[in-house]
């Protein structure tokens, strides 16, 4: 338990208000799959994502992407700036994979795409996130045109960022998710976070050190496994504090 009030309580994270602009996010030992159907303690789980999303805001924060991120100095919190949160999830994929295949499987799994696509999924846990147009968003004032045009022009930018710095580990990037918010002046940061849950990386020999591990059956161990390497090969110390 964190100081300050607790304002909200999701499946992965307890966010908390620090001050008027400023939350502590906490990343939770707890892993869900399959809508929250599947619900299972991680121990350790909570600081390998706040260490990935660290590093991988970090890592965009250098390179000129506005994100919410702060500061984090280990353990499972990170220190963020306050947002109005867009609830539209936005899916950028390289590869065809998941949800894709299941919607149209004419794709082969894994096939490269001829260039990165982009979906933007409304978020609502009782539709199920359902996958929305452009359109859609425009059509119920979800986004401005500039907005969606700022949002799409930095999930594209996002990719190729996460993409060449994975590269150089070896890894490929398969899809992710990314979410948005707006600040007080209504400018529009990368938020939420980027971590073995909102990623799919693969390895040279194509074993995935996300969580498809546990979509997949796999069990707890085994996601941790694949977090951990995740975090070593790109060169992360995560000092194991749960507390
Ligand atoms: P889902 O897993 O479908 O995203 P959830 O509500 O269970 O839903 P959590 O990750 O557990 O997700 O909760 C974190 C919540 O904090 C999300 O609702 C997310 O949109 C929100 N959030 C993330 N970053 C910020 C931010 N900078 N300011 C305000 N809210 C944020
Ligand atoms: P997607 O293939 O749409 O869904 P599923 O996991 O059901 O096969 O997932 C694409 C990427 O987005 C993947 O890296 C996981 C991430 N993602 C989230 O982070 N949160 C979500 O709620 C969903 C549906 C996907």
Same mark, same amino acid.
């Given at each position: 338990?964190?100081?300050? *009030?607790?304002?909200?309580?999701?499946?992965?994270?307890?966010?908390?208000?620090?001050?008027?602009?400023?939350?502590?996010?906490?990343? /939770?030992?707890?892993?869900?799959?399959?809508?929250?159907?599947?619900?299972? *303690?991680? =121990?350790?789980?909570?600081?390998?994502?706040?260490?990935?999303s660290?590093?991988?805001?970090?890592?965009?924060?250098?390179?000129g992407?506005?994100?919410?991120f702060?500061?984090?100095?280990?353990?499972?919190?990170?220190?963020v700036?306050?947002?109005?949160?867009?609830?539209?999830?936005?899916?950028?994929?390289?590869?065809?994979?998941?949800?894709?295949?299941?919607?149209?499987?004419?794709?082969? =799994?894994?096939? /490269?795409?001829?260039?990165?696509?982009?979906?933007?999924?409304?978020?609502?846990?009782?539709?199920?996130? =359902?996958?929305?147009? =452009?359109?859609?968003?425009?059509?119920?004032?979800?986004?401005?045109?500039?907005?969606?045009?700022?949002?799409?022009?930095?999930s594209?930018?996002?990719?190729?960022?996460?993409?060449?710095?994975?590269?150089?580990?070896?890894?490929?990037?398969?899809?992710?998710?990314?979410?948005?918010?707006?600040?007080?002046?209504?400018?529009?940061?990368?938020?939420?976070?980027? @971590?073995?849950?909102?990623?799919?990386?693969?390895?040279?020999?194509?074993?995935?050190?996300?969580?498809?591990?546990?979509?997949?059956?796999? @069990?707890?161990?085994?996601?941790?496994?694949?977090?951990?390497?995740?975090a070593?090969?790109?060169?992360?110390?995560?000092?194991?504090?749960?507390?």
């Amino acid at each position: 338990m964190l100081g300050g *009030q607790l304002l909200y309580e999701g499946k992965a994270k307890r966010v908390y208000v620090k001050d008027e602009n400023t939350l502590l996010m906490e990343f /939770k030992d707890v892993v869900t799959a399959l809508d929250g159907v599947k619900v299972s *303690q991680a =121990p350790g789980k909570g600081v390998l994502n706040a260490a990935l999303s660290a590093f991988f805001f970090r890592l965009l924060e250098s390179r000129g992407v506005n994100t919410h991120f702060i500061g984090y100095d280990g353990g499972r919190v990170l220190t963020v700036r306050r947002l109005k949160m867009v609830p539209v999830e936005v899916i950028v994929r390289n590869y065809a994979y998941g949800s894709l295949i299941k919607r149209l499987p004419l794709y082969k =799994p894994l096939s /490269k795409l001829g260039k990165p696509i982009v979906e933007y999924h409304y978020k609502s846990d009782e539709l199920h996130d =359902p996958l929305i147009l =452009p359109e859609d968003i425009l059509n119920t004032g979800l986004m401005s045109g500039e907005e969606l045009n700022t949002v799409n022009e930095v999930s594209l930018r996002v990719n190729e960022v996460l993409s060449s710095e994975l590269v150089r580990y070896g890894l490929t990037l398969v899809d992710f998710k990314l979410e948005f918010g707006r600040d007080a002046n209504g400018r529009l940061l990368v938020a939420d976070e980027i @971590s073995g849950d909102t990623i799919r990386v693969i390895d040279a020999e194509g074993r995935h050190l996300d969580k498809e591990v546990f979509r997949k059956g796999g @069990s707890v161990e085994d996601l941790i496994i694949a977090y951990s390497t995740l975090a070593r090969r790109l060169g992360i110390n995560v000092g194991f504090r749960c507390t």
